[in-house]
């Protein structure tokens, strides 16, 4: 029982973790390896001062929503991890973790709304005169992508998590 606690906080933490790294990060797409554009940003690297100079991403309503679920799903995520450990402690014996399974299942669903949104409006979302051929998704799109199995995968074991002691 200590194991899978144990296994599933380490799991929870790490899933929070990149779900942290996906939406802050700067690659969610590509360009060149002097280009990328994330969800807050689009970023070039001046050879010159050896520095990335960053100026904010146009704004249209797909950037949008992909921004707001992100930023909801790692809402939901630390969320469910504080009240699993606020329920580690005070439920009675036997308790289910419903609740924290619930907003896992929830940070988990708007991920996966999220990076859904980004793969198929992506040309809207970049609104960028150039081929979208030239690029390609970045490691933090990645990363939020193998966000969603982990998310709900901890969702689903927390809800047949019965406290023992």
């Known amino acids: 029982m200590v194991c899978l606690l144990v296994s599933l906080t380490v799991l929870h933490l790490a899933s929070l973790a990149m779900l942290l790294i996906a939406t802050l990060e700067k ?10 554009t994330d969800l807050w940003y689009n970023c070039f690297h001046d050879n010159a001062t050896k520095t990335w ?15 707001a ?10 969320i469910a991890f ?6 580690l402690f005070t439920m009675s014996k036997g308790g289910l973790f ?3 399974g619930l ?14 949104i980004f ?12 081929d979208l051929s030239r690029g390609r998704f970045g490691y933090c799109f990645i990363l939020a992508w ?20």
């Open 27 to 36: 690659s969610w797409w590509v360009w060149a390896d002097s280009e990328i």
């Open 53 to 67: 100079l960053c100026a904010a991403t146009s704004e249209s309503d797909w950037l949008q929503s992909v921004q």
């Open 69 to 78: 679920l992100m930023v909801l799903s790692v809402v939901f995520s630390s």
């Open 82 to 87: 504080l009240v699993f450990l606020g329920q």
């Open 98 to 100: 419903y609740f924290t």
């Open 103 to 116: 907003c896992q299942a929830f940070a988990g669903f708007t991920d996966f709304s999220a990076c859904l």
């Open 119 to 130: 793969t198929f409006h992506r040309k809207e979302i970049l609104s960028d005169s150039r």
């Open 146 to 165: 193998l966000c969603v199995p982990l998310l709900l995968v901890s969702a689903v074991l927390y809800v047949h998590l019965r406290k023992k002691q």
